[in-house]
């Protein structure tokens, strides 16, 4: 089974930066897509910014420019750096992998429990 702790939400004012952390394991980043989707209350979940194991982004048009994705498949880390943070930004983030097709858990989705953050004007 895939375990996702993330852990860097938190309060930060409008303009501020926050470091999301997802950690995974090395086998698991280098065969899998990963990457974060949030959920504002009342608001449907949306993408945020993900990468394939080769390194491909995708990522949505409200945090192109202020967010960016990386990763450290030696520790099994997955980050988002987010910057010039605004309040409609607040939303519990989630990490997501999906195993690709290298990987005996292909074909399979899972998610991290969330973390809040939290963006006051």
């Known amino acids: 089974q895939v375990q996702l702790v993330e852990s860097g939400g938190g309060l930060v004012q409008a303009g501020g930066s926050l470091r999301l952390s997802c950690a995974a394991s090395r086998s698991v980043i280098e065969t899998s897509t990963m990457g974060w989707y949030r959920q504002a209350p009342g608001k449907q979940r949306e993408l945020v910014e993900t990468?394939?194991?080769?390194?491909?982004?995708n990522y949505g048009d409200s945090v192109k420019g202020r967010f960016t994705l990386s990763r450290d498949n030696a520790k099994g880390m997955l980050y988002l750096q987010m910057n010039n943070l605004e309040p409609e930004d607040t939303a519990i983030y989630y990490c997501n992998c999906q195993p690709n097709a290298l990987s005996p858990n292909y074909r399979r989705d899972y998610w991290g429990q969330g973390t809040q953050v939290t963006v006051s004007s």
């Open positions: 990468i394939s194991s080769y390194g491909s982004i």
